[in-house]
């Protein structure tokens, strides 16, 4: 008698076992998918237009605030469309900046943690396990490779 709800069990059932608790996770938001694309495209532009992620303090209640959305909605959106959570989104930017800063000939006098903790990172622990996990070698390692 209601589709959607059927719909959602087929879901919940059919879902690969590390998809469903995600499927499940979420069935209750009511977010459509006009409004799932408009927050992808506000998380978009609010990182591309104001990096925060380059502020060690940026965590997800700051940045649903700035673009008017609910945190769990921001959570939701990025866990479903880009595959991966808060954190991880916003340490992947942070590498990258770092990796941009290593080839930049006027960053040469910084360190890997001076470089480090200009993009974002709060101690030279967290920069080192998250360098290894996204780009799968050490930061000298990298940079070694790299140069």
């Known amino acids: 008698m209601q589709p959607v709800i059927f719909y ?7 879902a690969p076992n590390e998809n469903k608790k995600l499927v499940q996770k979420y069935q209750r938001s009511g977010l459509s998918d006009p409004e799932i694309e408009e927050i992808v ?7 591309e237009q104001n990096k925060p992620y380059l502020n060690a303090e940026f965590d997800l209640q700051k940045m649903s605030t700035e673009i008017n959305v609910s945190r769990q909605n921001s959570s939701r959106v ?12 916003v340490n992947e930017f942070r590498v990258s900046v770092v990796i941009n800063k290593m080839n930049d ?6 360190s890997l943690l001076g470089l480090a903790l200009e993009s974002g990172f709060n101690s030279k622990a967290s920069f080192n396990r998250v360098n290894k996990e996204i780009t799968g070698k050490t930061p000298s390692e990298f940079k070694m490779n790299h140069d």
Do not use: V
């Not at 495209?41 to 990182?47: H, I, S, V």
């Not at 990025?78 to 989104?89: A, G, S, T």
């Not at 000939?105 to 910084?110: A, F, K, Q």
């Open 41 to 47: 495209e506000k998380n978009q532009l609010y990182f």
């Open 105 to 110: 000939y006027s960053y040469s006098h910084l």
């Open 8 to 14: 959602r069990e087929i879901l919940i059932k059919n």
């Open 78 to 89: 990025i866990n479903e469309k880009l595959d991966k959570n808060f954190h991880r989104l």
